[in-house]
């Protein structure tokens, strides 16, 4: 019995890990779940910054598995969303300090306690991927639309299988429809035809997500992005919600040969 | 040659050596007997008739029997001419010696590696024999063969055909490779890339050249 731990992962780092974990974690909790989001980037910590709960960090991850303090007292509650606990990193230590078995100790404790358990991954296919991965029961592969980001995905999709999480599903973060619509940029069906895993969300640019992160709100809590909106909308399909897809291109001057392609396309 | 049917493990394979001057019938009930047991189920063996000059119907028999047991055939290993003929006209791997038909070089039908799934960046599938994925082979993943290669999907990756044989061909429902090699052939389509297309396709090695042709 317990909740469902939930590794963010991609191999590639600055595709949107973090922020995914802060942004859907934020969105579970606003859904009435009961929320841990885990900084597994031992020696990085940002998760804490995105929540913008820096300085209340007294205790982290590594104090827990040394033994220098409980589970509960290294958890921080966000300041507005109420369900939602953070468990931060240590910034001061690497990521030997942590082993993959003390690593599940943690998270099934945490399991107990929560609803969801979101554990940002590092960056990389080391330990600390390892680590981050071993406890958790479902994967979240964030990539961005870009080769090079699609082929760390690719790879870190094979490593889960090797380590037996074979249910993943596949969030594409920082579309950008104006650069698809012109052929500049992969685009969504190109993604899963080569990484041919499940799809779970599709995230748009958005400037203002810089802006948020900097600030430390979560940009789901901001009603009209559409970034944030399709960050609930990840939320509500890992709830088991049938979710249509939201529109980026619609609002787009196709013109009428786009839409002879588009056609074309079906 | 013994009177007793034979079975001894050689590298990769299982070599079963049948008695030539007992009659085939008895032959059968003994190979019967030996091969009998859940060991050999699914497996393939080699069977060694020596100087003995087989039949059609005798070829019949045996394959009935091996088809009852579930056990597969890799080939003979005959010293008998007219036996040697008559297999290869059928269409059956012949060699003179077990080594012989271990090293591919003259047979035809050979096994097949099945791998289901998606070979993705970093995973290496590599085979004695020729390779059947199931799936896509992505950027950066790797199959390696010593003979063929058919990929029941996009070939996307890095394909390594007939290290062992110039007979080896790679074929692809989609062929978008990084590279791919036949023997001491290496191709990575560049010249060919703007036309290469969402066809089936199989590569082949023709007059010391590497030939694409789509299906």
Redesign the interface.
């Known amino acids: 019995m317990g909740g469902i731990a939930i590794v963010i992962t991609s191999g590639k780092g600055g595709v949107g890990k973090t922020t995914t974990t802060a942004n859907v974690g934020i969105a579970l909790s606003m859904k009435n779940k009961r929320v841990a989001v885990v900084d597994a980037d031992i020696g990085l910590r940002n998760l804490d910054v995105v929540l913008g709960l820096e300085n209340r960090v007294v205790y982290n991850l590594v104090d827990i598995v040394e033994g220098a303090c409980g589970v509960k007292q290294a958890l921080i509650r966000h300041k507005r969303a109420e369900n939602l606990y953070l468990l931060p990193a240590a910034q001061a230590r690497t990521k030997d300090a942590v082993t993959s078995e003390q690593m599940v100790t943690v998270v099934s404790e945490l399991k107990k306690m929560f609803d969801f358990v979101l554990i940002d991954s590092p960056a990389g296919i080391e330990a600390g991927f390892r680590n981050a991965a071993t406890g958790a029961d479902i994967a979240l592969v964030v990539t961005t639309p870009e080769v090079s980001a699609v ?2 995905a ?2 870190i ?3 889960l ?1 090797s380590m037996g999480k074979k249910e993943h599903s596949l969030i594409i973060n920082r579309i950008r429809p104006e650069m698809v619509v012109e052929g500049n940029m992969l685009d969504v069906r190109d993604v899963i ?4 895993i499940k799809l779970i969300g599709i995230v748009p640019e958005d400037p203002e997500i810089i802006i948020s992160t900097n600030k430390g709100e979560p940009i789901v809590m901001d009603d009209n992005s559409l970034a944030g909106k399709a960050f609930i909308n990840i939320a509500r399909r890992i709830l088991g919600e049938n979710v249509p897809w939201l529109k980026l291109e619609e609002r787009r001057k196709k013109g009428l040969f786009g839409w002879i392609k588009d056609m074309w396309g079906k | 040659m013994e009177r007793e049917v034979k079975i001894k493990g050689i590298k990769g394979g299982i070599v079963t050596g049948i008695p030539e001057d007992i009659p085939w019938k008895i032959a059968l009930s003994m190979l019967r007997k030996k091969l009998d047991n859940e060991f050999f189920t699914n497996s393939s063996i080699i069977l060694d008739i020596g100087n003995r000059e087989i039949s059609r119907k005798e070829i019949t028999t045996l394959l009935e029997l091996l088809d009852a047991l579930s056990v597969g055939l890799k080939g003979f290993v005959s010293l008998d001419e007219r036996s040697y003929l008559l297999l290869s006209k059928y269409g059956f791997s012949v060699s003179r010696s077990a080594e012989g038909l271990q090293s591919g070089a003259e047979s035809e039908y050979e096994m097949w590696k099945r791998v289901e799934g998606t070979i993705r960046s970093g995973q290496k599938i590599e085979s004695e024999s020729n390779i059947l994925i199931v799936g896509d082979v992505n950027p950066d993943g790797e199959v390696s063969a010593s003979g063929s290669i058919v990929v029941l999907g996009a070939l996307r990756g890095i394909a390594r055909a007939g290290n062992k044989s110039k007979d080896a061909f790679i074929a692809a429902i989609r062929l978008f490779p990084q590279y791919v090699t036949i023997g001491k052939y290496w191709s990575d389509f560049s010249k060919e890339k703007e036309k290469l297309q969402e066809k089936p396709a199989i590569i082949f090695i023709e007059e010391e050249s590497m030939v694409l042709r789509y299906l």
């Open positions: 082929r760390d690719d790879r999709i094979g490593l299988d035809d080569i990484l041919s």
